[in-house]
Protein backbone atom coordinates (compact mmCIF):
# COMPACT_ATOMS: atom_id res chain seq x y z
CA UNK A 1 0.00 0.00 0.00
CA UNK A 2 1.14 3.41 -1.00
CA UNK A 3 2.07 6.25 1.75
CA UNK A 4 0.09 9.13 1.12
CA UNK A 5 1.49 12.77 0.42
CA UNK A 6 0.02 14.71 3.46
CA UNK A 7 1.35 11.47 5.46
CA UNK A 8 4.86 11.85 4.27
CA UNK A 9 5.09 15.44 4.90
CA UNK A 10 3.33 15.65 8.37
CA UNK A 11 5.69 12.53 9.49
CA UNK A 12 8.77 14.93 8.35
CA UNK A 13 6.91 18.12 9.92
CA UNK A 14 6.71 16.37 13.92
CA UNK A 15 9.92 13.91 13.34
CA UNK A 16 12.91 15.75 12.91
CA UNK A 17 15.32 12.19 11.97
CA UNK A 18 12.92 11.73 9.60
CA UNK A 19 13.19 14.93 8.41
CA UNK A 20 17.07 14.72 8.31
CA UNK A 21 16.73 11.30 6.19
CA UNK A 22 14.88 13.04 3.86
CA UNK A 23 17.64 15.99 3.47
CA UNK A 24 20.48 13.32 3.58
CA UNK A 25 18.64 11.11 0.64
CA UNK A 26 15.15 11.98 -0.39
CA UNK A 27 14.70 9.23 -2.67
CA UNK A 28 15.93 6.62 -0.13
CA UNK A 29 12.95 8.07 2.09
CA UNK A 30 10.57 8.06 -0.54
CA UNK A 31 10.93 4.59 -1.61
CA UNK A 32 11.09 3.30 2.22
CA UNK A 33 8.15 5.03 3.31
CA UNK A 34 6.33 3.02 -0.39
CA UNK A 35 5.56 6.91 -1.30
CA UNK A 36 3.67 6.34 -4.93
CA UNK A 37 5.31 7.55 -8.11
CA UNK A 38 3.23 10.74 -8.87
CA UNK A 39 3.52 11.79 -4.92
CA UNK A 40 7.53 11.67 -5.53
CA UNK A 41 7.66 13.47 -8.45
CA UNK A 42 5.61 16.19 -6.52
CA UNK A 43 8.01 16.16 -3.81
CA UNK A 44 10.76 16.29 -6.63
CA UNK A 45 8.87 19.86 -8.43
CA UNK A 46 9.82 21.70 -5.43
CA UNK A 47 6.45 23.78 -6.19
CA UNK A 48 4.35 24.06 -3.28
CA UNK A 49 1.12 24.97 -5.36
CA UNK A 50 1.38 21.78 -6.79
CA UNK A 51 1.90 20.02 -3.43
CA UNK A 52 -1.01 22.46 -2.15
CA UNK A 53 -3.02 21.05 -4.75
CA UNK A 54 -2.26 17.76 -4.44
CA UNK A 55 -2.88 17.95 -0.75
CA UNK A 56 -6.32 19.24 -1.10
CA UNK A 57 -7.23 16.28 -4.07
CA UNK A 58 -6.06 14.00 -1.42
CA UNK A 59 -8.92 15.79 1.11
CA UNK A 60 -11.69 14.45 -1.26
CA UNK A 61 -12.16 17.60 -3.47
CA UNK A 62 -10.71 19.96 -5.77
CA UNK A 63 -8.12 22.46 -5.26
CA UNK A 64 -10.19 25.41 -5.90
CA UNK A 65 -12.92 24.56 -3.41
CA UNK A 66 -12.16 27.12 -0.73
CA UNK A 67 -14.14 24.88 2.45
CA UNK A 68 -12.30 22.18 1.48
CA UNK A 69 -8.61 23.21 1.50
CA UNK A 70 -7.46 26.79 3.14
CA UNK A 71 -4.86 28.29 0.52
CA UNK A 72 -1.70 27.56 1.70
CA UNK A 73 0.31 30.20 -0.86
CA UNK A 74 -0.81 33.52 -1.20
Not at 14 to 40: H, Q, T
Amino acid sequence: MEASLGRFLADMALDPSRLAAFLEDPDALMKKVNLGEEERLVVHSGDAALMSDWLCTERGGPASAPWNCPMLIQ
